[in-house]
């Protein structure tokens, strides 16, 4: 199946997309998950934006089978306040009725009789295929209800066809086609909270803990909080654990405990198996561990704890893009466009045939019921694999005798401020190093303390429990080699580096870019060398995202909905709020995305005088309605003239009598506090992908008894582009830096800003040029894909 041929002027003709005249439902079904309400609020905002009726159905497709008050039609306040809540704020319901004709008659004539025929539907696959088998009788049902003289035969002819577009809602994560499902960032981050709760008793008593989570019978969860807490075992049904793996498990338990570990955590899906299809439970590892080991052991069933709480900023930017395309999907979709579901892949909103995403994912439950495991997990996607390949690497540790003996010695040190997942990357990358056979060296306190001689051989023990901590173990500087270069090389000469692993932001990328432009003086630094980006302002060149902006992302939103909550008691309040990023938007734009932010400013969209006039208008007339609080974020470089307090002045002066302002800049706290699930793992996947990258670049450069590697490519940033994690030579991405404002000549995220105004109710045009093309579902899910569900 082939899509639409690619659009051209894309702006042009978003602008020509009305909704004028159509009615569009949104309704939420099955288990509820975090960021359902971003995802209703983003198509009701969007509908009515384009000129549609926009229509909630309450309770699901009960609410849609009864009728009455359950439908009702939106506007524009009735979804304020929505983002930071979670589940769904219009129910949802479990429909026997929806299942039968007679039912979903009923509902046919309940959308007939308001002019719905454009339906959008947020939930799982058996929400989904509901949704596909009502398009596909729709005609039918039509028939009888003007047959049985309920409706009019130009009510028939006006609400012809019914278009579907769907959105997944599920913490499991396990519908194929789409990366990451409403609420599943959501739920890991409940269960990662725990974890590190859990970790604290633990190693008081030492303790072993078995952890139950949620997800039917899809292991995400189960595997990526294992990977994101460094638990000692994990059980899936996806790879049930070979015979035997009781006396394996305890053999580990009890070398873990001989080598003074004093916490071992297991992890448990609630669907996990063994090879014979038997359940294993909590409880019966529990018994396990305690009648052969005789170790303390606990217990602890999540639950539905998953599903509670605020969703996570990525939750909300995801559903917010999600809705904000479903309504597209809509106004675009002809009388023969099949029900679409859309998918955010890498960072690319993509519509997938929902029957064919729904087949692919009951082909996997089908290959485990016949046992046929490995291709259940190719099923589930590269993202799937990548996770447990990672987590095999970082949690079986070999015996000295079983590595491989390779001769090289690799060091890694981070450099620049630190961020969120920096530890987690040193772990990994120490980890895996070790597993390919090399001696791995700590530089401590960057290349400061590169050329001080602070280097020191790290072992497989001495990164224990790092994948939880915020800030850098290893110690980060901001200097730069370029001063220091012939004691660096001294340095790499007395302990004979063979290839150096650089962590960190722009800072790292520069220092790398210096000692490839050195090696014409300096034999030394003719080596691999490799950068892995790591900052919360997100500003490297070569890479969408960087290992700790989503853990800054998620603390700047969650300031936000404590400070708008602040408000609750106080009409008529804007609140002026500057967040970090150097010249980089990226925090402020994505970070008012996920916040429901009024106003953006940012460095990449020049402003001036008038613009921010405009903007305290909008805000005066938004104080009319009963929405009556502003959130404005601003970039701390912005502008040099249009400082926070000259922001903040013209505010309290402009609206004065109309509003009061408040201010707060946000600071370090963005830098600080425990990595997010997404930059745990994300941090802990590409350093184990750098190593790989080294280890072969160091056997390729190997001659003569000596490393020798000064091409271009033998000096690598490894980033994630879109869909895939790519090596980028760092003399090409020099090429697209602004060195100025150390910010990528061109950003993905950009392309975010115009939808928050757009959310926010401000007249804009929105490029939709990653929208709207139809894939086939095959193509969605190649095999190296890495992007969100690399967590």
């Keep these: 199946m082939t899509g639409p041929p690619k659009r051209q002027d894309t702006r042009k003709l978003f602008e020509n997309l009305s909704g004028d005249g159509k009615s569009i439902a949104v309704l939420t079904s099955g288990g509820d998950a975090q960021g359902m309400n971003a995802a209703v609020r983003a198509v009701v905002r969007m509908g009515i934006y384009v000129g549609a009726k926009v229509y909630f159905i309450h309770e699901g497709y009960q609410g849609m089978v009864d009728g009455g008050d359950n439908i009702k039609e939106a506007t524009w306040e009735s979804v304020s306040s929505m983002l930071e809540v979670g589940g769904t704020v219009i129910g949802s319901a479990r429909c026997k009725d929806f299942r039968t004709p007679e039912g979903r008659l009923k509902a046919a004539y309940n959308l007939v009789k308001r002019s719905i025929t454009n339906l959008c539907v947020i939930g799982g696959d058996g929400s989904l295929t509901g949704a596909n088998l009502f398009r596909k009788e729709w005609s039918g049902l039509l028939e009888q209800l003007l047959q049985q003289g309920l409706i009019t035969e130009q009510e028939s002819c006006s609400n012809s066809t019914l278009h579907i577009v769907g959105m997944v809602g599920s913490i499991d994560n396990d519908f194929c086609g789409t990366d990451m499902t409403i609420g599943t960032d959501s739920a890991l981050h409940r269960i990662i909270e725990v974890v590190d709760a859990i970790m604290t008793t633990a190693l008081s008593h030492q303790r072993t803990f078995v952890l139950e989570v949620?997800?039917?019978?899809?292991?995400?969860?189960?595997?990526?909080?294992?990977?994101?807490?460094?638990?000692?075992w994990v059980f899936i049904p996806e790879m049930p654990p070979e015979d035997?793996?009781?006396?394996?498990?305890?053999?580990?338990?009890?070398?873990?405990?001989?080598?003074?570990?004093?916490?071992?955590?297991?992890?448990?899906?609630?669907?996990?198996?063994?090879?014979?299809?038997?359940?294993?439970?909590?409880?019966?590892?529990?018994?396990?561990?305690?009648?052969?080991?005789?170790?303390?052991?606990?217990?602890?069933?999540?639950?539905?704890?998953?599903?509670?709480?605020?969703?996570?900023?990525?939750?909300?930017?995801?559903?917010?893009?999600?809705?904000?395309?479903?309504?597209?999907?809509?106004?675009?979709?002809?009388?023969?466009?099949?029900?679409?579901?859309?998918?955010?892949?890498?960072?690319?909103?993509?519509?997938?045939?929902?029957?064919?995403?729904?087949?692919?994912?009951?082909?996997?439950?089908?290959?485990?019921?016949?046992?046929?495991?490995?291709?259940?997990?190719?099923?589930?996607?590269?993202?799937?694999?990548?996770?447990?390949?990672?987590?095999?690497?970082?949690s079986n540790r070999k015996a000295d005798s079983e590595l491989p003996n390779s001769f090289f010695n690799v060091a890694v040190l981070n450099v620049g401020a630190p961020a969120a997942g920096m530890n987690a990357a040193v772990r990994s990358a120490v980890r895996v190093g070790i597993t390919e056979g090399h001696k791995m060296f700590a530089v401590s306190d960057g290349f400061e303390g590169f050329y001080k001689g602070q280097i020191k051989e790290i072992k497989w023990g001495d990164v224990g429990g790092w994948t939880g901590q915020g800030g850098s173990l290893l110690g980060t500087k901001r200097t730069l080699p370029g001063k220091h270069l012939e004691k660096i090389a001294e340095q790499i000469r007395i302990h004979n580096i063979n290839a150096l692993l650089v962590i960190g932001g722009f800072e790292a990328f520069e220092s790398v870019l210096q000692l490839y432009q050195a090696r014409a003086d300096f034999q030394e630094f003719c080596i691999p060398l490799c950068v892995l980006p790591a900052t919360i302002s997100n500003n490297v060149p070569g890479t969408d995202l960087s290992i700790g902006a989503d853990t800054s992302l998620n603390a700047i939103v969650e300031t936000c909905d404590r400070i708008k909550q602040s408000a609750s008691g106080t009409k008529r309040r804007v609140f002026i709020i500057e967040t970090?990023?150097?010249?980089?938007?990226?925090?402020?734009?994505?970070?008012?995305?996920?916040?429901?932010?009024?106003?953006?400013?940012?460095?990449?969209?020049?402003?001036?005088?008038?613009?921010?006039?405009?903007?305290?208008?909008?805000?005066?007339?938004?104080?009319?309605?009963?929405?009556?609080?502003?959130?404005?974020?601003?970039?701390?470089?912005?502008?040099?003239?249009?400082?926070?307090?000259?922001?903040?002045?013209?505010?309290?002066?402009?609206?004065?009598?109309?509003?009061?302002?408040?201010?707060?800049?946000?600071?370090?706290?963005?830098?600080?506090?425990?990595?997010?699930?997404?930059?745990?793992?994300?941090?802990?996947?590409?350093?184990?992908?750098?190593?790989?990258?080294?280890?072969?670049?160091?056997?390729?450069?190997?001659?003569?008894?000596?490393?020798?590697?000064?091409?271009?490519?033998?000096?690598?940033?490894?980033?994630?582009?879109?869909?895939?994690?790519?090596?980028?030579?760092?003399?090409?991405?020099?090429?697209?830096?602004?060195?100025?404002?150390?910010?990528?000549?061109?950003?993905?995220?950009?392309?975010?800003?115009?939808?928050?105004?757009?959310?926010?109710?401000?007249?804009?045009?929105?490029?939709?040029?990653?929208?709207?093309?139809?894939?086939?579902?095959?193509?969605?899910?190649?095999?190296?894909t890495s992007n969100r569900a690399a967590i």
């Excluded at 949620?214 to 000692?232: E, K, P, Q």
């Excluded at 019966?284 to 052969?292: A, E, F, M, P, T």
């Excluded at 160091?698 to 895939?724: D, H, I, P, T, W």
Aim: aromatic content about 8%; proline content about 3%; charged content about 25%.
């Design 214 to 232: 949620m997800g039917r019978h899809c292991g995400y969860l189960a595997l990526v909080s294992a990977l994101a807490c460094g638990a000692d």
């Design 244 to 394: 035997g793996w009781e006396e394996t498990m305890c053999h580990k338990l009890s070398e873990n405990r001989a080598e003074r570990k004093r916490l071992n955590i297991i992890i448990v899906a609630e669907g996990a198996i063994d090879c014979q299809n038997k359940p294993i439970t909590p409880d019966y590892i529990k018994d396990l561990v305690v009648s052969r080991l005789g170790f303390d052991t606990r217990v602890t069933i999540l639950g539905h704890v998953q599903r509670g709480g605020t969703p996570s900023a990525f939750d909300r930017i995801l559903a917010s893009r999600m809705g904000v395309e479903a309504v597209l999907a809509l106004l675009e979709a002809s009388t023969n466009t099949p029900a679409c579901v859309v998918s955010l892949v890498g960072n690319q909103a993509v519509r997938l045939p929902l029957m064919e995403c729904v087949q692919m994912t009951q082909e996997v439950q089908k290959a485990m019921d016949e046992k046929k495991f490995d291709e259940a997990v190719g099923l589930r996607g590269g993202s799937f694999e990548n996770n447990l390949t990672t987590y095999r690497l970082l």
């Design 580 to 784: 970090m990023g150097g010249y980089c938007g990226y925090l402020a734009t994505v970070g008012g995305l996920a916040a429901g932010a009024d106003t953006v400013y940012i460095f990449e969209e020049p402003f001036d005088i008038r613009y921010l006039q405009a903007n305290v208008e909008h805000l005066t007339e938004k104080m009319k309605t009963s929405i009556q609080r502003g959130l404005v974020l601003r970039n701390e470089n912005c502008n040099e003239n249009f400082t926070a307090d000259f922001i903040y002045q013209l505010y309290s002066e402009e609206g004065r009598g109309i509003f009061d302002c408040r201010k707060n800049i946000l600071g370090h706290m963005q830098q600080g506090g425990a990595p997010s699930p997404f930059d745990r793992n994300f941090g802990s996947k590409v350093a184990a992908k750098s190593m790989q990258w080294i280890t072969q670049s160091l056997q390729e450069s190997y001659k003569g008894g000596r490393v020798f590697a000064n091409s271009e490519e033998s000096a690598c940033l490894l980033g994630m582009r879109r869909r895939a994690l790519v090596f980028q030579p760092v003399s090409q991405l020099h090429e697209q830096t602004d060195f100025v404002h150390r910010i990528p000549k061109e950003q993905w995220w950009l392309k975010l800003h115009p939808l928050m105004k757009i959310l926010a109710k401000y007249k804009t045009s929105y490029d939709v040029s990653d929208s709207g093309q139809l894939e086939h579902v095959t193509h969605i899910r190649p095999k190296e």
